[in-house]
């Protein structure tokens, strides 16, 4: 059996890899080179799982490869997701499935940099709810392709699931300088999850003397995320709405190729996962074109939790200064980094 536990910094740490479709796999591959310059040992195994996995022979993910990842201390993925398959089936059959299986219930988004038009550099992190929301699945269509269609999309918020990923945004932001959190919602219209979200937060709150407090409504953090990103610390949002933002977060602070983020399950009751926010980008993939640094960026995450925190610093600072180049040379020149900063 692996331990899930606090982990022992001297052990290899056992990680399955997902490396996926598209560009996924180039990625991983520079990612792992990183972490290999890091010292850190890591013992793998490769899950050929994604959208080409389920065009040859039909498996998504079945519940025999789901328990044997529960097993793993945690999971690195690429992008999975092909256009030759419908949109939907590898997203909820495959990611979806290992973050509320796994109980991966805090999406973990970082973003710092200076965004377009702006002067000061901002540095926050987007905490979004991952397990509940519009992404639960609840709903269904009736009388479907006819002209009396009727297709609903509820969104499941609990008050278990809403607290505990409150909690988690208010114990982060105690650990940073600004101890700040804002809550991000649409309690003006969505007058029944809002104000849950907003009873428990304020509920919550009271317990984090320290930590100082704002809610900002979905459309205007929008405007704030372009015109006044410095005014935030961490953010804490639902599944859909933190979805949204997040891309935007990536378009402000450098670009979707940097951005990172960790699919968190902080019971450590099993393996959480590590994952780039980009998609596999079909476009782009065997160019060598791909910019691997979100992926390294998530190998970060996932040292950290770990418990390799040397290692997770040395990751990030060597990913500060910008590297060109393909995708293989900009994982040389990490790496290089990496290895001379240990
Ligand atoms: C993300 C992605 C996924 C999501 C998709 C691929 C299901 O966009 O991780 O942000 O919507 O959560
Ligand atoms: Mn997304």
Known sequence: MVSHKASNVSASHRVAIIGGDGIGPEVITEALKVVAASGVKLETKNFDLGGARYLRDGEILSDATLTELREFDAILLGAVGTPAVRPGLIERGLLL???????????LRPFSGVGPGQTKSHDFIVIRENTEGSYAGEGGVLRRDTPDEVATQGSVNTAKGVERCLRFAFELAMTRERKHVTLVHKTNVLTFAGDLWQRVFDRVAKEFAQVQTAYNHIDAACI???QDPH????IV???LFGDILTDLGGAVSGGIGVASSANLNPSRSGPSMFEPVHGSAPDIAG???????????SAAHMLEFLGEQTAATALRTACVSPVTGSTTAIGDEIAKRVKASI
């Open 97 to 107: 499935k290992m973050r509320f299986e796994l109980d991966l219930y805090i999406n």
């Open 287 to 297: 160019k060598g074109v791909a910019n691997p640094v979100a992926a390294i960026l």
């Open 237 to 239: 949002t639902d599944n």
């Open 224 to 226: 704030y995320f372009v």
């Open 231 to 234: 005014r935030y610390d961490v």
